[in-house]
């Protein structure tokens, strides 16, 4: 059908803030890059599109952060770790200690049995079982809670309900933004801008260049009343049984990872990540909205199997399904530096490296449009091309990319200078004097970039 337009002049947007930092989404990165950025002394306002912070791992109800160590150490330290503390003094996370982690090992049946079900192992390895490593299992409520104490108490500036419209863009260079609300369009001003919407959507509407990727989509729940000790004994102690029926769950499923179900820190209720849907848009809403009603479908159809065949499943019920679509890959930054799959693959090491995931360092180009001044990305849309993004998106490395880049802003501004010049050194020396690890000394096993490209 052939495309028309109508064509409306844009309404007046009343400017309602001035910051000296604009965080566009208040999802892992964007938390991560306005609290740093506050405690660094920066003014910070932070939009949010929902009633609430933590974007996929709250709302899309992501709930185990992971890719956050390699086999010698914990990498993804400061904010992130800090978020983990904070539910773990809540009662709402679960970690390994470290006396049942086992790095560079094969695991053991009996660690595997007891931590399995927690989502906590490296899925990296290449044999059963796979080894327990260092990661945490939340409730969604607990990260939200968390997330609302350190905006509040690092004097963020939050709006709710503020969805972001378009980019106020003046001689190349980032002013603000705009957002939709029910109090109409508003205008918030900033020195620095910093797109941690997922999808590059400050980025894109400010002419920054970008390439579109894709990857599953996923309409996340929950199930309460599962007997979580019945159902893993059946499923050690009658393993054929076990294997016959959980394949006939994932034919029903159409696509999830090796464990459909994993345990949560509430008592009898588990998350269920799947259906991992396949050949859909983030962008699209014909695709978003036709994602939420398949997804119901079939695990409408997986519960009444579970109810009639799993024991401990014979009084599941739907607590709820996320709020948000797990959508994994849309937009990708064209940045300075657009990481590659071999770059992650090969423990790439760069001199310019602000912050790391499992064993992958982020160059700080990788966070810098080409086209716009004043204006970081970080977070899963950052610059890297499609099969680099799926090894690195997960949500602690994106909570360490907005950590630095809220490092980034400050040190800019206070220099006097731009982001694009920041100092290097500096954002390091920042990152790991608030307790976070910037990358900035390769581990042994990374293969070493000597010069800037």
Not at 19 to 47: E, F, K, M, Q
Not at 54 to 79: K, R
Not at 142 to 170: Q, T
Not at 266 to 275: A, E, F, R, S
Request: glycine fraction near 8%; charged fraction near 25%.
């Amino acid at each position: 059908m052939e495309e028309t337009f109508i064509e409306q002049k844009a309404a007046p947007a009343k400017i309602v803030d001035r910051s000296d930092v604009v965080v566009v989404g208040g999802g892992p990165a964007g938390i991560s890059a306005a609290v740093s950025a506050a405690r660094n002394g920066a003014s910070v306002t932070l939009l949010e599109r929902y009633n609430h912070l933590g974007g996929l791992a709250s709302g899309g109800m992501v709930l185990l952060l992971d890719d956050m160590h390699n086999d010698l150490e914990i990498t993804v330290q400061g904010i992130c770790m800090e978020t983990i503390e904070r539910m773990q003094k809540m009662g709402l996370c679960v970690a390994p200690p470290d006396s049942d982690r086992q790095p560079d090992v094969r695991g053991t049946d009996a660690m595997w049995r007891k931590w399995s079900r927690w989502g906590v192992f490296d899925f990296h390895t290449h044999y059963m079982p796979h080894p327990v490593c260092y990661s945490a299992a939340f409730d969604p409520d607990g990260y939200k809670r968390a997330a609302n104490d350190m905006v509040a108490e690092s004097g963020v500036k939050l709006r709710f309900h503020s969805w972001f419209s378009s980019a106020i863009v003046e001689d190349g260079t980032i002013r603000g933004v705009i957002c939709e609300s029910k109090a109409g369009r508003q205008a918030i001003m900033g020195d620095v801008v910093i797109d941690t919407t997922g999808d590059l959507d400050v980025a894109a509407s400010a002419g920054a260049r970008f390439q579109e990727g894709s990857f599953i989509l996923t309409p996340v729940s929950r199930w309460g009343g599962v007997d979580t000790d019945r159902a893993e004994k059946f499923q050690f102690e009658n393993p054929e049984d076990f294997a016959r029926l959980d394949h006939e769950a994932k034919r029903l499923i159409g696509g999830c990872w090796n464990y459909w179900w994993l345990k949560t820190p509430l008592p009898g209720v588990v998350w269920l990540n799947c259906p991992h849907i396949p050949k859909l848009n983030g962008l699209k809403v014909e695709d978003l909205t036709a994602v939420e009603f398949e997804g119901r479908r079939r695990m409408t159809e997986l519960l009444e199997f579970a109810r009639r065949n799993f024991p401990g499943f014979e009084n599941a019920y739907v607590v709820d399904f996320a709020p948000q679509t797990g959508v994994r890959q849309t937009r990708l930054l064209e940045g300075e530096y657009v990481v590659t799959k071999d770059d992650v693959m090969s423990r790439r090491h760069f001199p310019d490296t602000v912050c790391r995931g499992r064993d992958y360092y982020t160059p700080y180009r990788a966070m810098l449009p080409r086209e716009v001044e004043q204006l970081l990305v970080a977070g899963r849309h950052y610059s890297a091309t499609s099969q680099a993004q799926k090894s690195s998106r997960e949500i602690p490395p994106c909570m360490a990319m907005g950590e630095a880049a809220g490092v980034a802003a400050t040190v800019a501004l206070n220099a006097g200078t731009t982001v694009r010049k920041a100092d290097i050194a500096a954002i390091q020396r920042q990152m790991r004097a608030q307790g976070a690890d910037p990358g900035d000394v390769p581990s042994t096993n990374a293969t070493v970039q000597e010069a800037a490209e």
